[in-house]
């Protein structure tokens, strides 16, 4: 019969008895049938939620008032209990689960407590609980049931009698696979990163680094984003103290391993953590520098270039200015040349005074040269071959003293060089003309 201290949700005066267990759920349940009864095993195995309910009540009330009996009494009650809750958990209706996880706290601290129940009977009791709260951390559709899932795991592992079994972290650092459910990923994720905090890996907490990253390197092979993320929110809190353990979990650090978004932002984090600036962040800088340094550049070439054709100008000036008999034509020679290719430039250029026609060929040069350099002579010696202004003085006491050798020596140039002077000298005149 129910409880006088059932909640009110169980409560209903027109609740009709449940159907008797099948050969098979009383197959399952005969031993707790032994002990608890077969009405409430009964109500537990219904497929009314009420029955259910009323059932836990029941369990509750007789745990309640249990009194203290001989080891083999409790023991039997013990595995009972645990065999109804382990029922009511898988329960999808949220009062009936909430009340479990009630019954199920009641066992394992107050009862154990009080009638000190053996280490075995606690492992017994735990591992047939963990795999049912842990895959209620991946409900979709009640809310409610998947919180509380998560939050009394939590409080299960650091319950007094649970917590030295250290048998709660190892449930949950069981790796899984990538193709479990996202919101089952990223509950199991999110408890062991709760769990680390309050159990921190040591001797006897049930987490070491090897387990806790064999764990988070199967989270970081998931195809959701968020399981992801909080695998690698667990890899970086361990890696702030067993920085060189971690690292023999992953991948070398290269330039290949970082293609990959999952490890880059993992060795992003490491650098951070190190202290030392990320290969990202020292391309970025070099290409900073190699940019400023191209700027800088740009800027000086401009500044030449610049320079360069205020020096051509002036240039130019200076020789248009020296030119006596040649009127200026600045304008239209500097337009002319800037146009043409440079070693046309200089083949049509005076080496002597710098004028610049496109007329100047060869011949043109020549024609130049004899009538209108600026800075050239002839010989007033010979008046036969061309100088340059400046050294005119020196060439003429040159040859002055060379001629008074030869005459004193008697060495007269003979009648074929006469003849070649005589016909070069037409040729000059003939140019002249």
């Not at 040269?369 to 060439?395: F, G």
């Amino acid at each position: 019969m129910p409880s006088q201290e059932e909640p009110p949700e169980f409560s209903d005066p027109n609740l009709k008895k449940p159907k008797k267990l099948s050969p098979e759920h009383l197959n399952d349940a005969q031993k707790a049938v032994n002990v608890l009864g077969l009405d409430l095993v009964t109500r537990a195995y219904s497929k009314n939620w009420a029955h259910r309910g009323n059932a836990l009540v029941q369990l509750r009330d007789i745990l309640e008032s249990h009194p203290e009996s001989p080891k083999s009494d409790t023991r039997a009650l013990w595995r009972a209990a645990i065999k109804v809750v382990e029922r009511t958990l898988k329960d999808n209706v949220y009062q009936v689960f909430n009340l479990s996880v009630k019954v199920l706290k009641q066992l394992i601290s107050d009862f154990a407590i009080k009638h000190r129940v053996t280490k075995g009977d606690m492992i017994f009791g735990v591992e047939k609980s963990m795999p049912i709260l842990i895959s209620k951390t991946g409900e979709t559709i009640n809310h409610q049931m998947q919180k509380l899932a998560k939050e009394f795991i939590v409080d299960l592992a650091m319950l007094p009698t649970v917590k030295p079994l250290a048998l709660v972290p190892q449930h949950c650092v069981k790796p899984f696979s990538s193709t479990v459910a996202a919101k089952l990923g990223t509950s199991r994720c999110e408890i062991v990163e709760n769990l680390l905090i309050a159990l921190p890996i040591r001797d006897g907490s049930g987490f070491t680094v090897d387990n806790v990253m064999k764990f988070s390197r199967e989270a970081l092979q998931h195809s959701s984003g968020d399981v992801r993320n909080v695998a690698e929110n667990i890899i970086t809190a361990l890696y702030k103290d067993y920085s060189k353990q971690v690292r023999k979990y992953l991948p070398p650090d290269t330039e290949t391993a970082r293609k990959k978004l999952k490890y880059r932002k993992l060795f992003q984090m490491f650098d951070e953590i190190d202290g030392k600036p990320s290969p990202e962040a020292e391309k970025q800088k070099k290409q900073e520098k190699e940019k400023k340094k191209d700027e800088q550049i740009k800027s000086l070439q401009k500044e030449l270039n610049l320079l360069q054709e205020q020096s051509l100008q002036v240039a130019e000036m200076t020789r248009t200015a020296s030119r006596s008999r040649i009127p200026t034509r600045l304008s239209y020679s500097a337009q002319r040349r800037t146009s043409m290719p440079k070693l046309e430039v200089l083949e049509k250029t005076c080496v002597f005074c710098g004028e610049f026609r496109e007329g100047f060929t060869d011949a043109g040069l020549d024609v130049h040269y004899w009538k209108r350099c600026p800075l050239l002579m002839r010989c007033t010696h010979c008046k036969q071959s061309l100088t340059e202004i400046a050294n005119a003085t020196a060439l003429c006491v040159t040859v002055t003293s060379m001629t008074r050798k030869t005459t004193h020596g008697r060495n007269m140039p003979s009648t074929n060089a006469r003849k070649t002077v005589a016909a070069t000298r037409n040729s000059i005149y003939s140019i002249d003309s």
